[in-house]
């Protein structure tokens, strides 16, 4: 998507992952993983900076940052979150996939136990 064909709400935002492919829209949560790593990781690395001594102009940099990053974080993370919904909604959540699995193998090798007891 270009900058100006992306969503500028996150109302805006569900709206348009639900006309994306299956493809794309787990490029874009793999997307949203890898920039909330690199925010974090910046963060992490800043406040760091910041328990350090460091001159006032450079201080007042990084927090604004870091400030700056937080709201970012929280917008991705809803992001996230939107497209776990839809990915779960289309069935395509690996972990969910695994999960239920498990789940129905357990029941399966319950009822074989069952059944082996009469």
């Given at each position: 998507m270009s900058s100006a064909s992306k969503p500028?709400?996150?109302a805006e935002f569900i709206d348009s992952i639900k006309e994306l492919?299956?493809?794309t829209i787990m490029n874009v949560r793999s997307?949203?993983?890898t920039s909330?790593?690199?925010l974090?990781?910046?963060n992490d690395y800043l406040n760091h900076e910041l328990s350090t001594s460091v001159d006032d102009?450079?201080?007042l940099l990084y927090e604004e940052t870091v400030a700056e990053n937080n709201?970012?974080?929280d917008s991705q993370q809803q992001k996230l979150k939107a497209v776990k919904d839809e990915l779960q909604l289309r069935n395509l959540l690996p972990e969910e996939k695994e999960k239920k699995e498990i789940e129905e193998e357990g029941a399966y090798t319950f009822s074989?136990?069952?059944v082996s007891w009469m």
């Open positions: 500028s709400s996150l492919t299956d493809d997307a949203l993983e909330l790593a690199k974090r990781e910046t102009s450079d201080r709201g970012v974080i074989l136990l069952a």
